[in-house]
């Protein structure tokens, strides 16, 4: 049995949907994975997943290309050159499975399951029906579930239960770049309204260095000007200088990462090290919170932007993270490694 995984989004949605895809492939004899071109470094990552194929998806991707008639043509050859038995579509509690599902029919895949609000006619065959409370409790969805569980639901629900304990996970990345004890701080964010103000990640590494930790200062290629003025002479930077694959065995080898919600957050979790998460309440943090270890949840989950999914924030100042100070940092960090804080809880 082949099954295609199918998430479109970025790396942190597919690490989210890891524990899931691991689901589908304990009962299935290959796993595709179908993603989006900024969620391909985590797919390569994930355990289960035997092949990665790429679909910049047009409803999905604000930066896809436009959708046209050939564009689809395009994608339904290469789907249907992959001749899956089934597929499995996880999306966001914001999203639609129903356009996609449309493509996978028309790739001649023979059985679709997706959680969708919206009657889906032929598009699917098994849906699971997020949101009624008036449905059966067999089928129905709390779609107020932290992302990984919702996941597992829509798994479960096409016939793949969790196998496993249902953590977060990817394949073991290999030797660290890193050595000795440190903190990570990543300053970057896929979202601009999640990212914490460059000053105060900058005034985090002095204060960090001042407490008597070394700091590594992560980031993308396209992230090493923010790296670089971060790190300042305090910080060790290696904005630029890691693959996906070293980034985890930096975050893995770490005592602690700060980091904002975004992918980072994500891999820290699936290497299993505690996260000082500071998070912006534009999406909310019950669903994007790092999963399955132990986290202190900073910032105003009070604040007037809260679940806006703004990308851009809408408040001058960005005050539910500007608010956070470098000593709040400094303070979760020596809270997390003392190890006080739970698993499952959002900490201070």
Request: hydrophobic residues 45%.
């Amino acid at each position: 049995m082949r099954v295609l995984v199918v998430r479109l989004d970025s790396d942190g949605d597919v690490l989210l949907t890891g524990p899931a895809i691991r689901a589908v492939a304990a009962r299935a004899d290959s796993v595709v994975a179908v993603v989006g071109p900024k969620g391909r470094q985590a797919a390569e990552l994930l355990p289960g997943v035997d092949e990665v194929v790429v679909w910049h998806c047009g409803w999905v991707d604000g930066d896809a290309p436009p959708v046209t008639p050939e564009s689809v043509a395009e994608t339904v050859a290469r789907l249907a050159a992959l001749q899956a038995d089934e597929a499995v579509v996880f999306t966001s509690f914001h999203q639609s499975p129903l356009p996609t599902a449309l493509v996978l029919r028309m790739a001649g895949v023979p059985r679709i399951a997706a959680a969708s609000v919206d009657y889906p006619g032929g598009l699917l065959d098994v849906r699971l029906r997020p949101g009624d409370p008036a449905l059966d409790p067999t089928t129905d969805l709390d779609d107020d579930l932290p992302e990984p569980e919702r996941a597992l639901a829509i798994a479960a629900r096409a016939g793949f239960p969790v196998p496993d304990d249902g953590s977060m996970r990817v394949r073991e990345p290999g030797v660290s770049p890193v050595t000795g004890r440190y903190v990570v701080l990543h300053p970057g964010a896929s979202v601009p309204a999640r990212a914490w103000p460059a000053s105060r990640c900058a005034e985090a590494v002095t204060a960090l260095t001042a407490a008597g930790w070394r700091v590594v200062v992560t980031g993308s290629p396209g992230e090493s000007a923010l790296t670089a003025e971060v790190a300042g002479t305090d910080g060790t930077d290696l904005g630029g200088a890691t693959t996906f694959t070293q980034l985890a065995a930096v975050l893995r080898d770490a005592a602690a990462v700060v980091v904002g919600n975004t992918g980072p957050a994500h891999l820290a979790a699936a290497v299993g090290t505690p996260v000082v998460s500071l998070f912006a309440p534009v999406v909310p943090a019950r669903r994007w919170a790092p999963y399955g270890v132990s986290h202190v949840l900073l910032g105003d989950q009070d604040a007037s932007c809260r679940g806006t999914r703004a990308r851009i924030c809408p408040v001058p100042g960005h005050p539910c993270l500007a608010s956070v100070g470098a000593d709040d940092v400094v303070r979760a960090v020596n809270s997390l490694v003392r190890g006080s804080c739970p698993a499952s809880g959002h900490g201070e």
